[in-house]
């Protein structure tokens, strides 16, 4: 079993309409999740963290985590074309932090 | 902006020559991070530092090694540097603890002909 999951891509997304990526992971020690955003050619930009059970908002962003289900999402209401990138999952505990493959989304303009 | 500067930016090297690509950053962060991304591969840990000459090893260790003589500056180098080392590597500092929220730098592009 892979320590990060997430599927590979792309998500296709008509502009406006709510993103929805998913994660799973397998180590129940995870302390700490994060969602980063990676444009094509750039290094990726932390938009989310989260530690807790429930549901955690930033702007057009949300964050939900279930630990006991050991599965991480984000949202993206309203998404745009700017939207477009992949995006990477990261769990972490004290000693290690373990990156997804990423998530490839494509919003349709 | 975490005030990360990597250099270079891309280079281009042949098998078995010496390769260090400098990770500079200007806020007193404690820790900071080497990584490779690769295709089918995603991010990987190669080395990470603690603290001023506090270095140690991630899941992709073998044929680099790292320096950390002051707290701005952390070296990564390739010994002597062979095709499987082309990739594109990320410095990242962690503000905080340990494996807590990475900021990245902008990369650099390696390739090993």
């Known amino acids: 079993q892979k320590e990060v999951e997430q599927n590979s891509g792309p998500l296709s997304v008509p502009e406006g309409a709510i993103a929805s990526l998913n994660c799973t992971y397998s180590?129940?020690?995870?302390?700490?999740f994060f969602w980063y955003r990676q444009y094509s050619g750039k290094s990726p930009e932390l938009i989310m963290s989260?530690?807790?059970?429930g549901d955690k908002e930033d702007g057009r962003f949300t964050a939900q985590l279930n630990k006991a289900s050991q599965y991480v999402s984000l949202l993206i209401r309203d998404s745009q074309p700017s939207d477009s990138a992949t995006y990477l999952c990261?769990?972490?505990?004290?000693?290690?932090?373990?990156f997804g493959k990423g998530t490839r989304l494509h919003i349709l303009p | 902006d975490a005030g990360i500067t990597q250099s270079p930016r891309h280079k281009v090297t042949e098998t078995g020559t010496p390769v260090t690509l400098r990770c500079h950053q200007t806020?007193?962060?404690?820790?900071m991070y080497w990584y490779r991304q690769d295709p089918g591969h995603g991010l990987r840990l190669i080395h990470y530092?603690?603290?001023?000459?506090?270095?140690d090893k991630g899941e992709v260790s073998d044929g680099y090694s790292v320096s950390r003589s002051k707290t701005e500056d952390f070296l990564l180098t390739l010994e002597s540097a062979t095709s499987s080392q082309t990739s594109v590597y990320f410095c990242?500092?962690?503000?905080?603890?340990?494996?807590?929220?990475?900021?990245f730098g902008s990369g650099t592009q390696l390739s090993v002909l």
């Open positions: 989260i530690y807790s059970n």
């Open positions: 180590d129940r020690g995870s302390q700490s």
């Open positions: 990261a769990v972490s505990r004290d000693d290690k932090i373990i």
């Open positions: 806020e007193n962060h404690r820790y």
């Open positions: 990242a500092i962690s503000q905080g603890a340990l494996n807590e929220k990475l900021f």
């Open positions: 530092s603690y603290g001023v000459k506090d270095t």
